[in-house]
T-cell receptor
Framework: GAVVSQHPSRVICKSGTSVKIECRSL??????MFWYRQFPKQSLMLMAT?????????EQGVEKDKFLINHASLTLSTLTVTSAHPEDSSFYIC?????????????FGDGTRLSIL | GNSVTQMEGPVTLSEEAFLTINCTYTATGYPSLFWYVQYPGEGLQLLLKATKADDKGSNKGFEATYRKETTSFHLEKGSVQVSDSAVYFC????????????FGKGTLLTVNP
């Protein structure tokens, strides 16, 4: 089945550091990727939609200068949390889709646990 | 707008018990419906899906039927196992080119031996 790889799985770093998270579709071309944030015991919150070769579309309330998204190829999207602070600590999950027939599911990575000290 | 309402947990069952997690939705048009499962510390995995009314999605002993008349997509399993312990999310995609999913809040299932 479709596989999405997310790296790293866990990051612990100091406040002020910028952190890059990679999301790769391993066996399909993902024209669209999504980035989510998940707080403990809560559902996923969509941060942005990333389309290959174009600027990401951010959801209301998400700071685009804080969360930089790049989708330079059909298999790779990156999320960079710039100048991270403790309130940015969270579980970040990406997903990818290869648009086609109606009902195509999103395929999710295993998430990145970000802890800012 | 679109919304998904699912049974709030946590749900605690004994092994081999019958499971139902209710999910109802509000959407325009003809949405596709999904159940995803999240094991501790991991991302989401697609469990099953249905794309039109009366379709039944099934996988690993889990089933859900797309009921347009009741706008529901309840998840069922006849005999749960300890390994089924996870958070289950009901989600819909209402069509269109943005492919965004609307998620329910998730239901934590714990199965005891």
């Amino acid at each position: 089945g479709a596989v999405v790889s997310q790296h790293p799985s866990r990051v612990i770093c100091k406040s002020g550091t910028s952190v890059k998270i990679e999301c790769r579709s391993l066996d399909f071309q993902a024209t669209t990727m999504f980035w989510y944030r998940q707080f403990p015991k809560q559902s996923l919150m969509l941060m942005a939609t990333s389309n290959e070769g174009s600027k990401a579309t951010y959801e209301q309330g998400v700071e685009k200068d804080k969360f930089l998204i790049n989708h330079a190829s059909l298999t790779l999207s990156t999320l960079t949390v710039t100048s991270a602070h403790p309130e940015d600590s969270s579980f970040y999950i990406c997903s990818a889709i290869s648009p086609g027939a109606p009902g195509q599911p999103q395929h999710f990575g295993d998430g990145t646990r970000l802890s800012i000290l | 707008g679109n919304s998904v309402t699912q049974m709030e947990g946590p749900v605690t069952l004994s092994e081999e018990a019958f499971l139902t997690i209710n999910c109802t939705y509000t959407a325009t048009g003809y949405p596709s419906l999904f159940w995803y499962v999240q094991y501790p510390g991991e991302g989401l995995q697609l469990l099953l899906k249905a794309t039109k009314a009366d379709d039944k999605g099934s996988n690993k002993g889990f089933e859900a039927t797309y009921r347009k008349e009741t706008t529901s997509f309840h998840l069922e399993k006849g005999s749960v196992q300890v390994s089924d312990s996870a958070v289950y999310f009901c989600a819909l995609h209402s069509g269109g080119s943005n492919y965004k999913l609307t998620f329910g809040k998730g239901t934590l299932l714990t199965v005891n031996p």
